[in-house]
């Protein structure tokens, strides 16, 4: 079951934040900061979804506006790894990308870092060619871009060196509407 997580939901959030903490223990290994992060996505204008088996939290998405209410940062996306190969973070990707939409968004963005050398970009100067890298990026081990692709993502672009040397972010985007054309044909 898809529900929408809000700050009453006490349970939850310090649910969702433990899986925070257990995928991304390198910046949520401390209790306090996975929950502070929960919190943040569900006050303003945030968005974020929990996908929930039998009461207890198994994965997470959430999302929050970067330009106006057009392109949107897809943060975090995370599921327990006793749930993952499931089709659990495909339904909470759909899920988000709806409610997206509905909020007036055509775009939404993710940061995919490569902290642990699993692409093929870890492993190069990516200053001297990006995007010859990024035309030909390589997954070394089950580095999640591969997955944003299936679902039709794209990368736009490589920020190196971001997470320290060699260890670049991953830059991800969907258009989530078609683009209008005008009586010519042409957008």
Known sequence: ????????????????????????????????????????????????????????????????????????????????????????AKTLMSKIEAAVVDKGGIVLYLGSDDEHFRTSLSSIDLFEDPLEAIKNIRNYSDHPFTFYEKIGYKIVGVLPDANGWNKPDIYMAKRLVKRPLNGDGKP
Request: hydrophobic share 35%; with cysteine; net charge negative.
């Open 1 to 88: 079951m898809i529900k929408r997580l809000s700050l009453d939901q006490e349970n939850d959030i310090k649910s969702t934040a433990k899986i925070l903490s257990d995928v991304f223990p390198w910046s949520y290994g401390e209790e306090y900061r996975a929950i502070d992060e929960v919190k943040r996505l569900c006050e303003d204008d945030g968005i974020a979804y929990v996908y929930v088996v039998d009461e207890t939290v198994k994965g997470i998405v959430g999302a929050k506006p970067q330009y106006g209410s057009t392109g949107w940062e897809l943060h975090p996306l995370a599921v327990d790894k006793d749930y993952r190969h499931q089709g659990i």
